[in-house]
T-cell receptor, first 112, second 113 residues
Framework: QKEVEQNSGPLSVPEGAIASLNCTYSDRGSQSFFWYRQYSGKSPELIMFIYSNGDKEDGRFTAQLNKASQYVSLLIRDSQPSDSATYLCAVKLGGGADGLTFGKGTHLIIQP | DTGVSQDPRHKITKRGQNVTFRCDPISEHNRLYWYRQTLGQGPEFLTYFQNEAQLEKSRLLSDRFSAERPKGSFSTLEIQRTEQGDSAMYLC???????????FGSGTRLTVV
């Protein structure tokens, strides 16, 4: 069974600090990896995707992928109270499969 | 273009009744996806279409669930003989084929009583 594991939290981080969110996945065939942010009562919105080993930066966000360890992470620099949300990790297999498998999400709280 | 539109926003139904939800994707998007999300869980993939063809279905999509996208534009998701376990947020998303990630609609919240 394909699984995506995340610590549900809550993860509490002071404003201005770096928030680090982690995710592991079980299927070595996974090829693309996504981070979605979901505010309470809202639908998920895509923050970043990554498909190659290493780091990918976009503004205050950095996604990190290590396929050998089956591990993907999201770093949020200079955390703001508006970053408080649930962060969902999702993976997609290759080979024509297009559905995403999501983790349960990590609830992040940025403390002013 | 106002994004992915879902209707209704909320639906309360009695157990055993049939319900149908509608999704209108972003106009130029040829892929359309249905997911289900329960409280405290991530979205679960149900099915997706490319144009009018249904290309992938999850084993979660029991015989009581059926989805259509007859003209490759809007889609409907029908649940027959609803059960209390069907209570969830039903999310629709759309994308262009080959794009990474997709845009979700606001969802339809189903409550089965």
């Amino acid at each position: 069974q394909k699984e995506v594991e995340q610590n549900s939290g809550p993860l509490s981080v002071p404003e201005g600090a770096i928030a680090s969110l982690n995710c592991t996945y079980s299927d070595r065939g996974s090829q693309s990896f996504f981070w979605y942010r979901q505010y309470s009562g809202k639908s998920p919105e895509l923050i970043m995707f990554i498909y190659s080993n290493g780091d990918k930066e976009d503004g205050r966000f950095t996604a990190q992928l290590n396929k050998a360890s089956q591990y993907v992470s999201l770093l949020i620099r200079d955390s703001q109270p508006s970053d408080s949300a649930t962060y969902l990790c999702a993976v997609k297999l290759g080979g024509g499969a297009d559905g995403l498998t999501f983790g349960k999400g990590t609830h992040l709280i940025i403390q002013p | 273009d106002t994004g992915v539109s879902q209707d209704p926003r909320h639906k309360i139904t009695k157990r055993g009744q049939n319900v149908t939800f509608r999704c209108d994707p972003i106009s130029e998007h040829n892929r359309l996806y249905w997911y289900r999300q329960t409280l405290g869980q991530g979205p679960e993939f149900l099915t997706y279409f490319q144009n009018e063809a249904q290309l992938e279905k999850s084993r979660l999509l029991s015989d009581r669930f059926s989805a259509e996208r007859p003209k490759g534009s809007f889609s409907t998701l029908e649940i027959q003989r609803t059960e209390q376990g069907d209570s969830a947020m039903y999310l629709c998303a759309s994308s262009l084929a080959g794009a990474y990630g997709y845009t979700f609609g606001s969802g339809t919240r189903l409550t089965v009583v």
